[in-house]
């Protein structure tokens, strides 16, 4: 593939974006190039597929991963390849993901006989709703990988530029939705009653001392509550109220910790009014972490293919690459596509000419690491 088809491949699948787990057009595309180049694939999901590369030389077992799906957001870029499907955008460069990796895999097969172990490309569905790498990792086909690694596009560094920290890179995304049950009253006479509204409003700002009493400050946390409901009209006292949030965390001892504190306070918080609450959680996927050996070795490739090494913002953003390290360690990689504007954003772009460079680098780690780099020879 040409760096002109590459570009080409990149745009036509930013005009069709796809949500999670809807991937069809996307998966297609993907699967019709890597069999043109006899590249063997499985599709164990209905949307998503794995692409087999490997000399039969032994080796270690390496997996890249892309991940393919969209966002349900009206696109504001005004590019001449913007998304022709209202309301859903390729906001987070997923279709630069795949692009990337699909032509990775198309220069590992090119340069098959170099690879020592095997090389599993991964076009993972559905990242954004944080499920889809669960699901991979259940069909049972990636037990043998021993190390993984992703690229995410990263606005604010410049084409050629590479970000790749050691240690902790996003946050564990949970989710909590809290119910507080008083008396209904009317709102005349509200010592009838047991109005849950004071306890919602005081809980709110409370939370927030979990945050800045009841943890080191050095362990970086943040909780916001996004959703707070009660009551539908001026007169009458209702009988219940709801909020819901985020807590992020990146280490898994202050994760407990904070949930604790978070359940205990509510329910405390609650009782001293005479009322009652809930607390439900949603665990997202656990905090990144890269591991820092492999973290060396990928810095030595990007700096033997001339490639700049940036500096990257932390993030309490969530990303389920995270999962995948719970099996073996691996690196989360951003990439610089430059353009300034948050992922996520109406007006966000991703520069296509950080493609080409960006995807022989991960064919380049991906082969280095399937024979026997050592991490020792992995410099800084
Ligand atoms: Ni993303």
New binding site residues.
């Given amino acids: 593939m040409t760096e002109t088809e590459l570009i080409a491949f990149f745009e036509d699948l930013h005009q069709h974006p796809e949500l999670g787990f809807e991937e069809f057009r996307t998966t297609g595309k993907v699967r019709q190039v890597l069999e043109d180049a006899g590249i063997p694939v499985r599709t164990p999901l209905k949307t998503g597929l794995i692409a087999y590369l490997g000399s039969g030389k032994p080796g270690r077992t390496i997996a890249l991963r892309a ?1 393919m799906d969209a966002l349900p957001v009206t696109e504001e870029t005004g590019l001449p390849y913007a998304s022709q499907v209202q309301g859903k955008m390729h906001a ?3 279709d630069f993901h795949t692009a990337m990796m699909l032509a990775a895999a198309l220069e590992l097969k090119e340069r098959e006989t170099e690879i020592g172990g095997e090389v599993l490309v991964i076009f993972q569905p559905s ?2 709703i944080c499920n889809g790498a669960q699901q991979v990792i259940e069909t049972g086909l990636l037990d043998d990988v021993e190390e993984f690694y992703a690229g ?1 596009t990263y606005p604010y560094l410049p084409v050629g530029t590479l970000g790749i920290k050691d240690g902790p890179v996003m946050a564990a995304p949970d989710a909590f939705q809290i119910r507080i049950r008083g008396k209904g009253a009317h709102a005349g006479n509200p010592h009838l009653g047991t109005d849950p509204i004071p306890v919602a409003c005081g809980l709110a700002l409370q939370a927030q001392t979990i945050v800045s009493r009841a943890k080191d400050a050095f362990e970086p946390a943040v909780l916001s509550i996004t959703h707070i409901e009660a009551g539908n009209t001026w007169n009458v006292v209702p009988e219940e109220a709801f909020l819901e949030g985020t807590l992020r965390t990146m280490h898994e001892d202050v994760r407990t910790e904070m949930h604790q504190r978070l359940t205990a306070m509510a329910v405390a918080f609650a009782q001293a009014s005479g009322c009652t609450a809930t607390v439900e959680w949603t665990d997202g996927s656990p905090a990144l972490e890269n591991d820092p050996g492999l973290a060396a070795c990928a810095r030595t490739v990007a700096a033997d293919l001339g490639l700049t090494l940036g500096k990257q913002g932390n993030t309490m953003g969530g ?1 389920d690459f995270s999962e995948y390290l719970r099996k073996a360690p691996g690196v989360f990689i951003r990439v610089g596509t430059g353009g300034g504007v948050a ?1 996520h954003h109406p007006k966000f772009t991703a520069d296509p000419r950080a493609l080409k460079g960006a995807a022989h680098f991960f064919a380049e780690l991906a082969i280095r690491r399937s024979g026997f780099m050592p991490e020792e020879q992995a410099g800084k």
């Fill in positions: 991940d987070c460069g997923h990242e954004e995410h990303e992922n």
